[in-house]
């Protein structure tokens, strides 16, 4: 069953309550009978059916103050709003706030309701609706149609029916399945045997009994332990319904209207919040820099202060680029609409949209800042979302968790922003990992920095272990997810990897000086010994450190130029070359050797010959067998 939310708007006392109770047969005012029900919705919420089995819910906002509250609370989760104008007077200045503010919050779908149309003569109805007409032309809702009711009567209420369910069939909505589970809570309260509930509207994904939620901004993790929707306990609720939720792991006292229950991590809290502010045409004030103001979005109402990013005053009519620095957290996500209101006198002067949910202090006519608003400005707010989740390399499996997207989604937007070269895959057999393009760009350039520095100040080495690089920039990241990316690094020419080292692309070590010394001599005491072994510390290096000799040995045996025999002992690979061949040619003939018969075969000392084969036995040659001092073929 496909989920309808409908809001009222208009003036006080144009029957938006009474044309509630005609098209559904309940009074939205009866508190009473609310309290009765047990887990109920909100005292302004009713539903009816409409012919294909579609629920549509109605919040009903009778007063003015509530009118703004509420429908900063609802709109996000709205499908239409039935503008509700008495035919006895017409539109009045209420009605005209509330197009204006209907237009802020991007209310897309309106019917116009002429009601009490019992009260007046044929000629003075064809009089508003012209009069009407005349007055909306220019707006979002000049071409919306308009339905002639009374409530009081029933006079119209069928055809009004039918237009909403013709609204719904075409309406160009986002389908709120595929969004990240969230539930702005409008009130909260306590019952015997029941313990904590909230109500709201979901505006996104699924719920279902025994999920753990999060609740913003305070962070508090909570377990729902029964869902209720339209009066009636079910296992799950789904986008687009009013539910209400028994909660456990938390009281009346931990959650206020305002708050937000999502999934971990979908959300983050913050005093900061980069937007798009339009002031009212017919606003009587204008907005300077650092002006306070009443902001609301969802069920939140806040006091903030707005730092204008682009202009030194914003006038009516005008829109500018902003920061609004709360004076308490609040849970927000891109795109979401707001409405603000004058300090004092309290009066509603404008809105927008949010662009950055999330942000820090800037300053005032930066370039780069204004550009990058501008680009956000007009993305899209689910590739926004996966975006800032990936500030660290993420698993499409844990973006599935932290959005509640569908994984064909999730994968589709990855895509979509990595052809947008702003995210980088690091591809695992097992799965992808995503990651923000800018925060890799900052920590390859870091890592760059690092390679560069370290082998400048340890030109011999072989580079810097893997391990402590992990250490210094992915000390949290798992260490398959750095293997891969250390590999992307290397195909892509930013490093190189040689065995467990890392080095800068390219680099090069300095073959004049220390190491052209070290080699010299080093050749020059082992090529006339031959197979009678030179320990190193025989041999002397003049003024060179041993760390440094250690250094250019270790880079010279990993080149195979040399190889290490034993302990301080180095010899070339050219002569274990040449008595690998002589070995093997004894094993064939004889089908063992001894340490002595290698000592003769190379006319050396048993000091020398036990390395070389203990050698053999390393790279699998030869093999113990018996005596200490034997050795078969393992070939």
Not at 82 to 87: C, M, R
Not at 606 to 629: C, H, N
Request: with cysteine; glycine share 6%.
């Amino acid at each position: 069953m496909e989920n309808v939310i409908i809001g009222t708007a208009g003036h006080i006392d144009h029957g938006k309550t009474a044309l509630i109770k005609a098209l559904t047969g309940r009074d939205t005012d009866r508190l009473e009978e609310e309290k009765r029900r047990g887990i109920t919705i909100d005292l302004g919420f009713t539903y009816f059916d409409l012919k294909d089995g579609s629920r549509a819910g109605i919040i009903d906002v009778p007063g003015h103050e509530r009118f703004i509250h509420n429908m900063t609370a609802g709109v996000a989760g709205m499908d239409l709003v039935l503008l509700v104008i008495a035919a006895d007077e017409g539109i009045m200045p209420q009605t005209r706030e509330h197009i204006d503010i209907l237009h802020l919050l991007g209310v897309k779908k309106c019917i116009i309701v002429l009601n009490k149309c019992d009260l007046a003569e044929e000629s003075w109805i064809c009089m508003v609706e012209e009069e009407i007409r005349k007055e909306l032309k220019g707006t979002f809702i000049e071409n919306a149609p308009l339905v002639r009711v009374s409530a009081v009567t029933g006079e119209g209420i069928d055809r009004l029916t039918e237009e909403i369910e013709e609204m719904v069939y075409t309406r160009t909505r986002e389908e709120k399945q595929e969004l990240p589970v969230r539930l702005p809570v409008d009130r909260v309260f306590t019952l015997t045997g029941f313990g904590t509930i909230v109500t709201g509207t979901l505006l996104g994904g699924r719920i279902e009994k025994e999920d753990t939620l999060t609740l913003y901004p305070s962070g508090l993790t909570c377990r729902v332990r029964n869902i209720q929707v339209h009066e009636k306990d079910t296992p799950v609720c789904s986008a687009g319904q009013r539910v209400a939720l028994n909660l456990a792991g938390c009281t009346k006292e931990d959650i206020k209207r305002g708050h937000v229950l999502a999934l971990e991590g979908s959300i983050q809290s913050s005093r900061i919040v980069d937007v798009k502010l339009t002031l009212l045409e017919n606003a009587k004030r204008s907005i300077k820099n650092q002006t306070r103001l009443h902001f609301l979005s969802g069920t939140s109402q806040v006091l903030c202060r707005a730092v204008l990013l682009d202009t030194q005053e914003l006038k009516p009519g005008e829109s500018a680029y902003a920061q609004l620095r709360m004076e308490e957290e609040v849970a927000l996500k891109e795109k979401d609409r707001f409405i603000v209101r004058f300090y004092s006198p309290l009066e509603t002067i404008g809105g927008g949209v949010v662009l950055d949910a999330h942000s820090v202090k800037k300053k005032r006519f930066q370039e780069a800042v204004l550009k990058d608003l501008q680009e956000r400005e007009t993305e899209d707010i689910l590739a926004i979302q996966i975006q800032k989740l990936c500030q660290i390399p993420t698993s499409e499996n844990d973006l599935y968790r932290q959005t509640g997207l569908a994984k064909e989604t999730v994968r589709m937007l990855a895509e979509k922003l990595e052809g947008q070269k702003k995210l980088l895959c690091i591809n695992l057999q097992e799965e992808r990992y995503w990651w923000e393009s800018a925060q890799e760009a900052a920590y390859r350039g870091k890592i760059e920095r690092f390679l560069e520095a370290y082998m400048k100040h340890y030109p011999y080495r072989l580079g810097v272990p893997r391990a402590e690089v992990k250490n210094q920039f992915f000390k949290q990241g798992k260490k398959h997810v750095f293997d891969a990316y250390i590999e992307l690094l290397n195909r892509n020419r930013v490093l190189m990897v040689r065995q467990e080292f890392l080095l800068p692309y390219g680099y090069q070590v300095p073959k004049e000086g220390a190491y052209q010394e070290v080699r010299r001599k080093l050749y020059g005491a082992i090529k006339p010994a031959k197979y009678n072994f030179v320990r190193l510390s025989d041999i002397s290096f003049g003024k060179i450190p041993r760390q440094t000799v250690d250094e250019i040995l270790l880079l010279l045996a990993a080149k195979g130029e040399i190889i290490k025999v034993a302990e301080d002992t180095f010899t070339t690979k050219a002569y274990m070359e040449a008595a690998k061949e002589k070995i093997v040619e004894k094993l064939e003939q004889d089908g063992k050797i001894t340490i002595a018969q290698v000592r003769d075969m190379f006319d050396t000392s048993r000091r020398s010959a036990k390395p070389i084969l203990e050698y053999m036995d390393k790279i699998k040659v030869t093999r113990k067998d018996g005596a200490e001092s034997e050795r078969v073929s393992n070939l």
